[in-house]
């Protein structure tokens, strides 16, 4: 083994270990758990999508309360999507369409939406933005990623269509509930509004191996790790780390390349000290009178 081959070897050690302590085995990486907003994804399956169940109680609307969940062909789930990103955050896109919905202004008129809510129990939950379009049309689907086009190829084309975005910067899941707050909504210049909406919102998680806003992507987490409701992060729940799959750790990758590296140096020695003394002893050999 020459010179130039031990320092080839040694170089491409080198960066093969310095790219593992980088990024981890594999060159692979890993999504944040984020606990703040973690639900447990081990109910038993069934029909709800959703990994929240919302209470709503109103004596206008719903005066002994209600549960409203993302049971299939309930129209809660046929017009609503739910995206959950990242950082804890979740946006709510809803759309109620029908020729029944009362038509108090002109339709292409925007009226104007006033509204706040009073929390009954604190968390850290952020108050959300809410934008209301009362005259959504089908190039919505294009300007928002979670309205769908099958929203408005369903019912009459004269059917108003009132899109609802709600934004919350910041879901806390670590109370029992995520929200509990007392609201009120008015449309400005008709006799459209409530007063005193009671909105709780729970949060349930996912059937097992399940994640995201509807429940529909699948986790990759090893049998003993938690997925996380928001982003299929993976958490050990033996206090291993994920890198050895929730496992008891042998040598670590940059251990083993140490080791490597070192056999490798080890016997680039041995192989120059044996091609000096070879030559040595050769020349030894030769007559001592010429």
């Known amino acids: 083994m020459g010179e130039k081959t031990t320092v080839w070897l040694v170089s491409v050690l080198l960066a093969v270990w310095g790219s593992t302590v980088v990024t981890g085995m594999g060159g692979s990486t ?5 606990a703040r907003c973690s639900m447990p994804n081990n109910r038993a399956p069934d029909d709800n999508l959703w990994p929240f169940v919302s209470f ?34 979740v946006t709510i896109y809803a759309m109620v369409e029908g020729g029944d919905i009362p038509l108090d202004f002109p339709k292409g008129v925007t009226p104007k939406l006033s509204w706040g809510c009073q ?33 408005y190829e369903e019912g009459s084309s004269s059917d108003r269509r009132i899109l609802v975005i709600v934004r919350t910067p910041l879901v806390d899941t670590r109370n029992g509930v995520i ?10 210049g008709v006799p459209v509004g409530v007063e005193n909406l009671h909105i709780i919102l729970y949060p349930i998680g996912c059937p097992a191996g399940k994640y995201g806003g509807q429940c529909e992507h699948n ?25 050895n799959n929730c ?6 990758a940059a251990t083993i390349v140490v080791i ?20 040595r002893g050769k020349y030894n050999e030769l007559p001592e009178d010429l």
């Open 30 to 34: 890993t999504k944040k758990f984020d």
């Open 247 to 252: 496992q008891k750790p042998g040598p670590d």
């Open 119 to 151: 929390p009954l129990k604190n968390t850290s939950t952020s108050l959300p933005t809410v934008d209301v379009n009362f005259n959504s049309t089908i190039a919505d689907v294009q300007k928002y990623p979670g309205v769908k086009r099958e929203w």
């Open 260 to 279: 490597v590296l070192v056999v490798v140096v080890v016997l680039a020695g041995l192989a120059w000290f044996w091609q000096k003394k070879g030559r």
């Open 219 to 243: 986790c990759t987490c090893p049998s003993n790790a938690v997925c996380h409701t928001f982003n299929g992060a993976c958490q050990c729940t033996n206090g291993l780390k994920l890198a």
């Open 179 to 188: 929200l509990d707050w007392n609201c009120y909504a008015r449309v400005d």
């Open 56 to 89: 709503v109680q109103s004596a206008v609307i719903r005066p002994d309360g209600h549960n409203f969940t993302g049971r299939t062909g309930s129209s809660t789930l046929k017009y609503s999507n739910i995206i959950l990103n990242e950082t804890c955050g």
